[in-house]
């Protein structure tokens, strides 16, 4: 099991203990996080699944590819650390991510 924090934008977290391949998305849809509204249901498709990784995390993370950055286009509130959770799979090379929803979706 990987951990993985998902901080809603009241300030509660979430702190979870995830299978390595699942997504952030697949996750947060999991345990009810709040602002995670996955629409598409992870295929890439909107901008709802958007959060902000947290700084200390960004190089781990890495930047998006394409499809998700012209997705990006349509968040609310993009910032140089923000990803579509369902693009970001965890791995042991992100055990303790943390990552941040925004105030609201696209």
């Known amino acids: 099991m990987t951990k ?8 509660t977290r979430f702190d979870l203990n995830v299978d ?18 996955a629409e598409c249901g992870g295929a890439c498709a909107c901008a709802t699944c958007h959060v902000y990784v947290d700084e200390e995390w960004t190089e781990k993370v890495g930047g ?5 950055e012209d997705m990006l286009d349509f968040a609310f509130d993009v910032r140089p650390n923000s990803r579509l959770s369902c693009q970001i799979k965890m791995k042991s090379a ?11 979706q696209a």
């Open 94 to 104: 992100l055990d303790g991510l943390v990552v941040h929803v925004p105030e609201r």
């Open 64 to 68: 998006p590819e394409a499809m998700e």
């Open 4 to 11: 993985l924090t998902i901080v809603a934008f009241d300030g």
């Open 20 to 37: 390595e391949g699942s997504t952030v998305m697949e996750n947060a849809v999991r345990n009810s996080v709040p602002g995670i509204e």
